[in-house]
Structure formats: structure tokens, C-alpha cells
């Protein structure tokens, strides 16, 4: 369903709940693999438009999303007032799966990605931040520092992407015995 994508999604991308929540169909380029949108708290900032690489990993996963809710405005359409997912409902699927709350929120992906992005797969800060759509720091950053340093961002998202495909296949390997 769409809740389970989100949730298999969100840590591929180490955006703003939020900004995955509310992804569109329209703003995908599925040839190039790429996610283009607005975003919305680093609008004020000048930062308006920004692109996402979606890694073969996220493409199956808009794979199965899009059975879902092709036809749809939304890529995590619901049919609640803003129509598509919330937070309290993803929240609570997580709870469902035995990640409570005081173990992880949909927001700590983000972090996880900069900490792990940084000392596992070796990436500069600065890719990782700007994969997480933060603003230049310093108090001029984003009046004097335009680069968006794509190509490393795209190496970071295939990179981030198989890491974590490695580390479910690990988990998956020790944790799930099969049954005789």
C-alpha cells in the first residue's frame, strides 16, 4: 500500500517527511531518474527548485507505488484532506512493524543518512547537506555559494541506496531464520 512505499522509500531520499509525503507524479522524470520540486522550507533561503537522483532502488519502488496510485495526483495518495499521506499515519504503520517512536520517526532517516553517509560511505558533509536540501552555511552561504555539486550527489544517492539494500540484506540474513 501506499504507507508501506513511503516507508521503503524515505530512507533512500533523506528529505523532509513531508517533502516525500507530498511528491507528485508530474514532478518525476522517469527517464532520467530524476525528482524535481520545489522546496518548501529552504524556499525563503532563494533555494527553490531542487532535483533528487532516484536510484534503481527507488525506481522499484515508484514501480510498485505507481500500481498503486498512478492514476493519481499524488505518488502517496490518500484520500485525507490534503491527499496524500500523514505523518500521524505513518507514524503509526511504523508502530505497527515495532519501530515505536523511541525508536525511530520518519525525520530520523535524515539524520542517519548524514551521520552513515559520512562515516560509512565516505562522502564529503557538504554532498550529504546538500542531498538533505539544507541551505550553504554561514551567514552568506546562499548568497555567494551556487554550486549544487550533482555529479558527487548522484554518486552519494547510488552509493547511499546499495548501502542500504546491503545492510537489509545483512539484517535480513541474521535476524530471519527459516523454518524446517
Same mark, same amino acid.
Given at each position: 500500500?501506499?504507507?508501506?512505499?513511503?516507508?521503503?522509500?524515505?530512507?533512500?531520499?533523506?528529505?523532509?517527511? +513531508?517533502?516525500? @509525503? +507530498?511528491?507528485? #507524479?508530474?514532478?518525476?522524470? &522517469?527517464? $532520467?531518474?530524476?525528482? $524535481? &520540486?520545489?522546496?518548501? %522550507?529552504?524556499?525563503?533561503?532563494?533555494?527553490?527548485?531542487?532535483?533528487?537522483? /532516484?536510484?534503481?532502488?527507488?525506481? %522499484?519502488?515508484?514501480? !510498485? @507505488?505507481?500500481? /498503486? $496510485?498512478?492514476?493519481?495526483?499524488?505518488? &502517496? =495518495?490518500?484520500?485525507?484532506?490534503?491527499?496524500?499521506?500523514?505523518?500521524?499515519?505513518?507514524?503509526?504503520?511504523?508502530?505497527?512493524?515495532?519501530?515505536?517512536?523511541?525508536?525511530?520517526?520518519?525525520?530520523?532517516?535524515?539524520?542517519?543518512?548524514?551521520?552513515?553517509?559520512? !562515516?560509512?560511505?565516505?562522502? *564529503?558533509?557538504?554532498?550529504? !547537506? /546538500?542531498?538533505?536540501? =539544507?541551505?550553504?552555511?554561514?551567514?552568506?552561504? !546562499?548568497?555567494? $555559494?551556487?554550486?549544487?555539486?550533482?555529479?558527487?550527489?548522484?554518486? &552519494?544517492?547510488?552509493? #547511499?541506496?546499495? /548501502?542500504? *539494500?546491503?545492510? %537489509?540484506?545483512?539484517? *535480513? %540474513?541474521? *535476524?530471519?531464520?527459516?523454518?524446517?
Amino acid at each position: 500500500d501506499s504507507l508501506g512505499c513511503y516507508i521503503r522509500l524515505i530512507a533512500h531520499l533523506g528529505l523532509r517527511p +513531508s517533502e516525500v @509525503a +507530498s511528491m507528485k #507524479w508530474s514532478e518525476i522524470d &522517469f527517464k $532520467n531518474q530524476i525528482w $524535481n &520540486f520545489e522546496v518548501s %522550507k529552504t524556499k525563503r533561503h532563494g533555494i527553490k527548485d531542487f532535483r533528487v537522483y /532516484l536510484t534503481d532502488q527507488v525506481m %522499484k519502488i515508484l514501480s !510498485d @507505488a505507481k500500481m /498503486l $496510485n498512478g492514476d493519481k495526483e499524488y505518488v &502517496f =495518495h490518500s484520500t485525507g484532506k490534503k491527499g496524500y499521506i500523514s505523518s500521524r499515519g505513518v507514524q503509526y504503520r511504523m508502530e505497527d512493524l515495532g519501530f515505536t517512536s523511541d525508536i525511530v520517526v520518519p525525520y530520523g532517516f535524515r539524520s542517519t543518512m548524514e551521520t552513515l553517509g559520512i !562515516d560509512e560511505v565516505g562522502v *564529503q558533509f557538504e554532498v550529504v !547537506d /546538500l542531498c538533505l536540501a =539544507h541551505k550553504p552555511k554561514g551567514s552568506l552561504g !546562499d548568497t555567494y $555559494n551556487k554550486a549544487t555539486r550533482w555529479k558527487e550527489r548522484v554518486q &552519494f544517492y547510488k552509493d #547511499w541506496s546499495d /548501502l542500504l *539494500q546491503k545492510l %537489509k540484506t545483512k539484517y *535480513q %540474513k541474521t *535476524q530471519i531464520k527459516s523454518v524446517k
